[in-house]
């Protein structure tokens, strides 16, 4: 495993912030940690990089019961990005692969080419205050792979990106599962994850709700289908199961356990006739929105 | 790798940054430039203050009111006194003046203090062998003088003298095998002196050091890569050395222009001999403004990372300069009082005492002390950094245990519930 933690337990004050985590992230997969706001993500991924001791349980990192040990393999992207706004792009990325053991000299070279693939190589003489938001991130992350890290772990590496720099920043992150780093990020976005995502945790109130592949997550929630009749569309609903809801000219409603076969013979027979039908997948985002959901019905209870 | 060479190539990284990072800016040229600053208004104002001095100093007078057949023997009498004091300086007494009496001494001297020619400091009338002199505020000194020429003056008279001095003396300079208690003691009080003046000026820096870090968010990145004592010890040998460099400068130039001064100027320090030896003790000094700097830098620098806003760090800036002339007393007292107990307290209380330490090589010739006091100041630079990082870590970082008082209250919460 690259990573591995279990009963991670992190208090501020009274609180419990992180209440008994356990993950497994095997090497060269990409592994999500989702979670609404305030869910823990972040003082678990720190927990894991030995940023911040945990109050209970334990983990290993590259091996390494220390994270501290492993260090020179990891990147990491923290979710308050920093660089020192005095220096040149290519220094920062050099300095960053120089605090985990890259010489100097290589990491220059490299941070130049780094940039040039990244479509900034115009900027690798500019002060980083000189760049905006997104190009700044971009730097940040280019220097928390410089070193070609074993483990590259991003912190909710999306956010104040524009769609364009989210696109060149999912690109990167495939070309470092290609490169055969192992890769795990947090993030809120589902749309993300769910492109990236060979494995994922979703964490809610502290702890791992549900963990698993995409797949599963989808999987926890039943297919819906759409139908629209040819006739009568209001006498139809009679016929559909008790959770159906209107939608324009049709309805929308779960996929009975049976199958949908003896429920379109009853609705052709009743005369409603078929003018449209689609079954749809749940995407992670229901599946997500069900579990936290959930959560905070139990939270509540 | 091992944990020590890779805690100290990530030393070595942050000092780097840090270093290139304050070196190569504009600030940094103003910041070894500043003395400069100091050093042209010093200039400016010590010549106005000097002119204003001279000016007056030029017009002051000792008057001796005397009839002209002693004049004579007055100016043979005040050119032997003037002997005793050097030709330069302020000690030597202003020039006389001999006047003849007109009709009333009495009103004649005291008109001699409102004469627009000269300033009198003092003057004399009457017979020799009870004369009176007259003096103005600040002139007891040239009073006296004057009184010394009537008594001399009278003693030629009577034994009937001439100008030719009695006695011709052979003078010999002698180097002293040993140094001198005031020699000892000059050199003591300048190491304490020297010591404090440069960490004054140069330790207080690194309380603001890890502000940069904080500002910027790049504290993460940095906790989540390198220990935060490799970032603590880093930023203050960083900051250390900037220090270096800076004195480097002022030393190269001090040392050059020193070779410019007129022969004699370092007359004053001509005794000043350290007890420890000449080799010993400019290596101590160094040795010793290493410790204070680390320690004071160390403590400043553990302070200042815990502030949260520039307010905070500013409003740190008054007992921090206090803390140090605590430091620098405490030294002083010791140094002046070597072998009691304050001098003990302050050799061995960790942050005044490389300030003690240096005036103790001033007065002692022992040395094993001093290899004690490095390395006992030394593990305090050490305790300073790590307790520093601790606090940071738990204070700012939110991580590390809780302190034992909140880790009871919490056992005793869990055995509650």
Not at chain 1, 87 to 102: D, N, S, T, Y
Not at chain 2, 171 to 181: K, N, P
Not at chain 2, 230 to 247: R, T
Request: glycine fraction near 10%.
């Amino acid at each position: 495993m690259a990573v591995s933690a279990s009963g991670l337990v992190k208090r501020f004050g009274a609180r419990r912030v992180v209440d008994g985590v356990d993950i497994a992230v095997p090497e060269g997969m990409v592994y999500g940690v989702l979670g609404p706001n305030g869910a823990g993500k972040t003082t678990t991924l720190r927990m894991l990089l030995g940023i911040i001791e945990p109050d209970g349980g334990a983990r290993t990192l590259l091996g390494h019961d220390n994270p501290r040990d492993a260090s020179d393999s990891v990147g990491y992207l923290p979710e308050e990005r920093g660089l020192y706004p005095g220096m040149k792009c290519r220094e920062a990325i050099a300095f960053m692969g120089a605090l985990r053991g890259l010489p100097w000299a290589v990491g220059r070279k490299r941070a130049v080419d780094l940039m040039e693939a990244a479509g900034l190589g115009h900027a690798a003489d500019d002060k980083i205050r000189k760049l905006s938001k997104g190009m700044a991130q971009l730097v940040q992350l280019l220097g928390s792979v410089v070193h070609e890290p074993k483990l590259l772990v991003l912190d909710e590496p999306f956010s104040g990106l524009d769609p364009v720099n989210q696109e060149r920043l999912e690109k990167l992150i495939r070309a470092q599962r290609d490169r055969g780093a192992t890769i795990l990020f947090s993030t809120h976005v589902m749309a993300h994850a769910e492109r990236l995502c060979d494995r994922l945790s979703i964490i809610a109130g502290g702890k791992v709700r549900f963990e698993g592949t995409v797949t599963d997550a989808r999987a926890t929630l039943p297919f819906k289908a759409h139908y629209t009749p040819h006739h009568d569309a209001a006498g139809a609903g009679a016929l559909l199961p008790t959770d159906a809801e209107r939608e324009g000219e049709g309805w929308r409603f779960t996929m009975p356990s049976e199958g949908i076969e003896a429920l379109l013979v009853k609705l052709i027979d009743a005369g409603h006739g078929i003018s449209g039908l689609s079954i749809e997948r749940p995407g992670l985002h229901d599946a997500f929105v069900r579990i936290v959901g959930q959560q905070a019905l139990e939270d509540a209870a | 790798m091992s944990k020590f060479r890779r805690t100290l190539r990530q030393t070595f990284t942050v000092i780097r940054r840090d270093f290139t990072a304050t070196v190569f800016t504009p600030t940094f040229l103003l910041f070894l430039l500043a003395p400069l600053i100091f050093l042209t208004f010093s200039v400016a104002g010590g010549i106005g203050a000097s002119q204003i001095t001279d000016s007056s100093a030029d017009k002051l007078r000792m008057v001796v009111i005397a009839p002209p057949a002693q004049s004579a023997t007055i100016q043979q009498v005040d050119r032997q006194l003037r002997t005793l004091f050097p030709k330069r300086g302020d000690e030597a007494p202003p020039p006389l003046v001999i006047v003849a009496p007109d009709a009333n001494p009495a009103a004649q001297a005291r008109g001699m203090f409102d004469a627009d020619a000269f300033e009198a400091a003092a003057v004399l009338h009457g017979p020799l062998d009870k004369p009176e002199i007259l003096y103005a505020a600040r002139g007891w000194g040239e009073a006296q003088y004057l009184a010394q020429i009537a008594e001399q003056t009278l003693r030629v008279q009577r034994a009937g003298l001439g100008p030719a001095p009695l006695s011709t003396p052979t003078r010999t300079a002698v180097t002293r095998e040993q140094a001198s208690f005031s020699g000892k003691g000059q050199v003591a009080s300048a190491g304490v002196f020297g010591i404090f003046f440069l960490t004054l000026f140069l330790s207080g820096q690194a309380v603001g050091t890890m502000a940069e870090e904080r500002s910027n968010k790049v504290i993460e990145v940095l906790a989540a890569a390198v220990p935060l004592e490799s970032v603590f010890f880093g930023k203050l040998i960083a900051m250390f050395a900037v220090a270096v460099l800076f004195l480097a400068f002022w030393a190269t130039l001090i040392v050059n222009g020193a070779k410019l001064l007129p022969e004699g100027a370092m007359r004053l320090f001509a005794d000043a001999a350290p007890a420890v030896g000449p080799v010993a003790f400019p290596l101590l000094f160094v040795g010793y403004f290493t410790m204070a700097y680390m320690l004071l830098g160390a403590m400043f620098l553990s302070l200042g990372a815990q502030t949260n806003t520039q307010r905070e760090l500013q409003m740190l800036s008054l007992p921090i300069t206090f803390f140090q002339m605590g430091m620098f007393g405490l030294a002083l007292a010791g140094t002046a009082t070597p072998g009691s107990w304050v001098a003990f307290i302050a050799e061995a209380f960790p942050f005044s005492s490389p300030f003690a330490m240096i005036g103790r090589a001033g007065n002692s010739s022992a040395i094993w002390p001093h290899l004690v006091a490095l390395a006992w100041q030394a593990l305090w630079v050490a305790i300073t950094v790590t307790v520093g990082a601790r606090l940071f870590r738990r204070g700012v970082l939110k991580s590390g245990n809780p302190p034992f008082w909140k880790r009871r209250r919490a056992a005793i919460d869990t055995t509650v519930n």
